[in-house]
């Protein structure tokens, strides 16, 4: 039997719970043993409930017991939970975690901890909910360089934007929709502000590079200020706004970013909608490979930490090498990527037309029939640097979005 604590009894917590007791036969083949949940801990009461009987309030009563060997921590923040994860793997028990503040902000130190006590600090729920990502990095594409990884992270946003595009809604009401979905977190900020896909790209660019990529270093931009308007101009051009996060290595420089990106119909990330999430990992010899599934959501993030439960189990004392140095991967400013940008201005075409071609040379304008007093151009590939001096020559501005690459080709 292997004993197992469940560190929060939330939504992923008792997921993880509902995933075991539903699956104990599959998962005890797959391990070759029992899995058997010891303690709950939260400081809550669930009277009647499953996990009554096991439920605890004090970590230490986990801590001091040897027989239990995974700590599963779902409670989400840094703390306490960093302070009970570093406890648990010093004393000699694998952590298997969904949470990817801890991860991003911690990564490095708890994993050279787990390698020190010859144990598992796994965090697959951490990145894409159900989809196998992590492992993948880390234990399949280990024969060739990564060289990009770029996808739709956060399932909220994604969430956000298929029904603006969908029902015509602005902003806000899209997030409420979100909300009483059970989609949008907490504090809703993480996510429209893209700082929940900031973690996470940078989670998975320092597995892909071997360095600690600091997520705060990471340029971050929301989908906040995205409008109805915008996205009527670029479906009217064949495309679909995506909030992209994206890390490159080229010529020996790191870039990472998360902003929104105007995709083409063409591309199968423009296919991608609701909470999912997708993500392309491209490799010198390998080429594309997409990863696609829930990404968020209660029990299919609860799958993910329940693979990481079977394989800590499957691996007692043998710490499974993760290539995550703690050395800063110096990133570099995106001020000279080279990029189209959609431009949506407030006014007319007519009387902006020749000072938005003196900037920006040969733009193709888009105009919408029931929307007279606004248009929008994409500017030729520039600089964001160049871009950002033109523009501040064009009146009225009402936005801009990047285009990705594809869509580029196509304007
Ligand atoms: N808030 C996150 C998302 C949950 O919407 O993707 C999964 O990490």
Known sequence: MVNIAVL???????????????????????????????????????????????????????????????????????????????????????????????????????????????????????????????????SSLTADRILEIKGILNGTTNYILTQMAEEGWEFDRALKSAQEMGYAERNPEADIEGYDATRKIAILSSLAFGKNVDYEKVYTEGISRITANDIRFVRKMGGAIKL????????????????????????????????????????????????????????????????????????????????????????TGIGNATRSFFVRVSGKRADDEGKIRDEFGHVSFIELEDITDEFAFVTPPLTEEAFDEKIKKVPKVLGRIRLDRKMEEEN
Request: a negative charge; one cysteine or more.
């Open 8 to 138: 929060g009894y939330g939504t992923v917590g008792s997921g993880v719970v509902e995933v075991i007791d539903k699956n104990s036969d599959s998962v005890a083949k797959r391990v070759g043993d029992e899995i058997n949940i010891k303690y709950v801990l939260d400081l809550r009461e669930f009277p009647g409930d499953r996990v009554e009987s096991v439920l605890v309030h004090d970590f230490d009563t986990i801590l001091n017991d040897p027989e239990v060997v995974i700590v599963v921590e779902v409670m989400g923040g840094v703390e306490p939970a960093y302070t009970f994860v570093k406890k648990s793997l010093l004393a000699g028990k694998s952590v298997c975690t969904s949470n990817k503040e801890l991860v991003a902000a911690h990564g490095p130190e708890l994993i050279a901890i787990a390698k020190e006590k010859s144990v598992n600090f796994l965090f697959e729920a951490s990145v894409g909910g159900a989809i196998p990502v992590i492992r993948p990095i880390n």
């Open 244 to 331: 992209l996060a994206s890390s490159t290595c080229e010529d020996g420089k790191y870039y990472a970013m998360v902003a929104p990106f105007i995709v083409d119909k063409t591309q199968p990330l423009y296919a991608v909608s609701g909470v999912y999430n997708a993500v392309f990992v491209k490799g010198s010899q390998i080429g594309d490979i997409m990863f696609y599934g829930s990404g968020a959501g209660k029990l299919p993030t609860a799958c993910a930490v329940v693979s990481d439960i079977v394989d800590a189990a499957k691996h007692p004392n043998k710490h499974i090498y993760v290539f995550w140095e703690p050395e800063e991967l110096p990133l």
